[in-house]
């Protein structure tokens, strides 16, 4: 090297940060605790010992930092013993606080959530119960919402009990709602949310609740019919049903419940002066539809933007946008979340998949990516499965179709389509996935054909008047709407409509303007066409 230049200017520092270390310090620390190098505390769960590092535990758990940190006995010894812990779920704790990784399900989630809130790991009790939350189901609705109170989960509280509300007519034929205690009983049925379609519902469950154990909760009855509203109640009914019957007759209490009812339905000039809790209807909250835009293309790029139409407001609003670009992405609903499927990020073809959450205004990215990358790719939810339809991965159109079970976290391969298809769109109807045009790679096509998931398989149903390509596809009183979309040489206004009973497809009034790439759905009782080539106006067909 020659000498340099005495002027040169010379560089004053050189900053890295690795993105490799701290995977690389976790890794090492997980293989130093599994040979038990330097570890420098053992923990005794049940007679389970756990060798581990309190510089670590400390680092991730609050409960771990005072009992290392400060005066307890348990900061001077080597062996700690902690009491009333599953220890198999204190193995998985603290497995995550050296991998950052955990698998919550079916059989731990019990265990581990009131691990977690011990040892104050917020995440892992967020992530708990955001799997309790996906579980929701009229029969475990219940128990699911009294773990959430145990463990003070108030989200999980709050969801647990507008689901049990909303879906009470199910819930009260499960075997939860029976074994309810009164009190949790009369606070649900107390709720001037509860979505029933009749008074005459709420005193039917009441009086299952009672009668599952008449010996014990008779003496509960008159507490408990005081938050029936008998008075909404119809005349026919509160006769000859309630006021005959033998336990509502044997009590003084109840007797007088009904004559403040009957007395309601009498005299309906004095109704003014009567009004109370048991004269108020009920308003249970409706679940206002909402209409979204996902990802998608503009200006010549992918974008992950994603937009909300309120139809109430006729207003557009920005929602939380998606972690990656996609144009040609599938999307559907399951369990009132949305699902984003694969796409094309302007760079590449996709296989992941993000969920979004409406009520957190979230997505999250911890879906399985499904087995191939598709874009173009149609989506749709048959007997609660997501299915993956044809596109294609930058090689070759698709045939092959998978579907996702949300309670597995896993994609599974059923039998392909007949036909290769991408641009395809997909409508659940009559317990049938329906595959509608699209292309074959080569030219656009007429051709529907079927899946039926009891056989696994692919059958031929009638093909559309028009070959399209890109269209859009909803299904509304039993008929699937077919709209739009790009023949051989233009984008189409037209539309079409199919009558499963008959097989066959007949025109409708068309948009006002021409779009390939269009979205449609069903709101309200009104189809919305959203976006696509050309136009930017949103048409609407009553």
Same mark, same amino acid.
């Given at each position: ?9 010379? =560089? ?9 270390? =701290? ?21 005794? *769960? ?33 062996? #700690? ?29 019990? %265990? ?76 649900? *049925? ?5 979505? /029933? ?16 154990? *008449? ?6 009855? =008159? ?7 008998? @008075? ?7 006769? !000859? ?7 509502? $007759?044997?009590?003084? %209490? ?18 003014? +002066? ?33 937009? $909300?139409?309120? @139809?109430? %407001? ?13 144009? !040609? ?28 959450? @409406? ?18 790719? !149609? ?38 389509? %007949?036909?290769?298809? +991408? ?24 051709? #529907?054909? $079927? ?15 028009? $070959? ?40 409708? /009034? ?11 759905? /069903? ?20």
């Amino acid at each position: 090297m020659g000498p340099m230049e005495p002027d040169s200017p010379l =560089p004053n520092r050189l900053t890295h940060v690795s993105d490799k270390h =701290p995977r690389c310090m976790l890794a090492e620390f997980s293989s130093m605790r599994r040979h038990r190098e330097l570890c420098d505390v053992v923990l005794n *769960i049940n007679n389970r010992k756990i060798f581990a590092h309190r510089n670590i535990l400390s680092a991730c758990s609050p409960y771990f930092r005072a009992m290392f940190n400060g005066d307890l006995a348990e900061s001077r010894q080597t062996e #700690v013993t902690i009491r009333d812990m599953d220890e198999i779920a204190m193995e998985l704790l603290i497995e995550f606080c050296y991998s950052a990784r955990i698998t919550v399900e079916e059989s731990n989630v019990q %265990t581990l959530l009131p691990a977690a809130c011990l040892l104050q790991l917020t995440e892992i009790q967020d992530i708990c119960c955001e799997f309790l939350r996906r579980q929701l189901d009229p029969s475990n609705c219940l128990g699911i919402r009294a773990f959430a109170d145990t463990h003070s989960c108030l989200d999980l509280l709050r969801v647990a009990d507008k689901y049990t509300q909303h879906n009470f007519q199910e819930v009260m034929e499960s075997e939860e709602f029976l074994l309810l205690p009164v009190t949790q009983l009369i606070d649900l *049925i107390a709720s001037d949310e509860l979505n /029933v379609r009749t008074e005459e519902q709420v005193f039917s469950a009441a009086m299952s609740w009672v009668k599952y154990n *008449i010996s014990e909760r008779r003496q509960n009855l =008159p507490q408990v019919l005081q938050h029936v509203r008998l @008075p909404l109640l119809s005349p026919k009914f509160l006769v !000859g049903t309630v006021g005959a019957d033998l336990l509502v $007759r044997s009590d003084e %209490t109840c007797r007088d419940l009904v004559d403040e009812a009957k007395n309601y339905l009498l005299l309906p000039q004095e109704r003014p +002066l009567m009004q109370g809790p048991r004269t108020r209807p009920r308003k249970p909250t409706q679940r206002g539809q909402l209409l979204f835009a996902v990802g998608g293309w503009c200006s010549g790029d992918a974008i992950a933007s994603v937009e $909300r139409y309120d @139809p109430q %407001t006729e207003d557009w609003k920005l929602q939380a946008q998606m972690s990656k670009r996609r144009c !040609g992405v599938g999307v559907a609903v399951l369990n009132d979340l949305l699902y984003a499927v694969g796409g094309h990020d302007g760079q590449s073809y996709l296989n992941s998949i993000e969920r979004y959450d @409406p009520q957190t205004n979230q997505w999250s990215c911890d879906v399985a990516p499904t087995t191939s990358c598709r874009t173009s790719v !149609g989506v749709a939810v048959l007997d609660g499965l997501l299915y993956a339809v044809g596109g294609q991965d930058g090689v070759q159109c698709l045939s092959h179709v998978e579907r996702y079970d949300p309670k597995e976290n896993k994609w599974s391969k059923v039998a392909p389509m %007949t036909t290769r298809r +991408l641009g395809v769109a997909v409508a659940v109807l009559g317990g049938y996935l329906y595959a509608i045009g699209g292309s074959d790679g080569q030219s656009p096509l007429s051709s #529907v054909e $079927r899946y039926d998931p009891r056989q696994n398989k692919w059958t031929v149903m009638a093909p559309m008047s028009t $070959r399209r390509k890109h269209l859009g596809c909803a299904v509304y009183k039993d008929m699937i709407y077919a709209v739009g979309g790009r023949d051989d040489c233009m984008e189409l206004s037209s539309a079409e409509r199919y009558n499963p009973h008959t097989n066959s497809w007949s025109p409708i /009034v068309a948009m006002t303007s021409r779009r390939s790439g269009v979205g449609l759905a /069903v709101v309200n009782g009104q189809l919305y066409a959203v976006g696509g080539f050309r136009w930017n106006s949103i048409p609407k067909n009553n």
